[in-house]
């Protein structure tokens, strides 16, 4: 009676499911490539490392209600998405370090946060002051 009553949800599940986990071996390539430059180039920066545990958290799987399928899924999404947090914390600091200028405003464009301090979009004058400032460093 259960398959029943979930067999079009289990269906476009069983069709979605290579494309979700098969996903896994880029992603973890580009977490190791992501680690590698951020544990590289930070010194160099002068950056404070991006504290990983702050974006990805696994501790779903640890719900007793949840099946062993859903613990594997909430496992997968809880490093997946947390990964993606991480990675875009680790841009959004060289961003700010390499530019930290915003973006020309447009209808529809949702900028980050931390683009709040970034320096104006076309003014000459304050990027010139925050090169001079950059120097004297």
């Known amino acids: 009676m259960e398959f029943k009553k979930h067999q079009q ?6 069709i979605s499911a290579p494309f979700i986990y098969g996903m896994i ?3 973890v390539l580009f977490d190791i490539c992501m680690e590698i430059y951020h544990r590289v180039c ?16 696994v501790d779903r799987h640890k719900l ?3 099946n062993p399928l859903e613990k594997f899924n909430c496992m997968y999404c809880g490093y997946v998405n947390g ?12 961003e700010r370090y390499w530019c930290g ?3 020309a405003k447009k209808p529809g464009f949702r900028p980050p946060n931390y683009h709040d301090d970034f320096l104006p979009y076309d003014d000459e ?9 950059v120097d004297k460093k």
Request: positive net charge; aromatic residues 22%.
């Open 64 to 66: 007793a209600y949840l």
């Open 9 to 14: 949800r289990f269906v476009r599940h069983f």
């Open 125 to 133: 004058k304050a990027y010139h002051e925050f090169l001079e400032d």
């Open 83 to 94: 990964l993606f947090q991480y990675a875009a914390a680790i841009a959004g600091a060289t």
């Open 101 to 103: 200028i915003q973006h």
């Open 42 to 57: 930070f010194p160099l920066y002068g950056l404070s490392y991006v504290s990983r545990g702050t974006y990805v958290t």
């Open 25 to 27: 071996i880029p992603i």
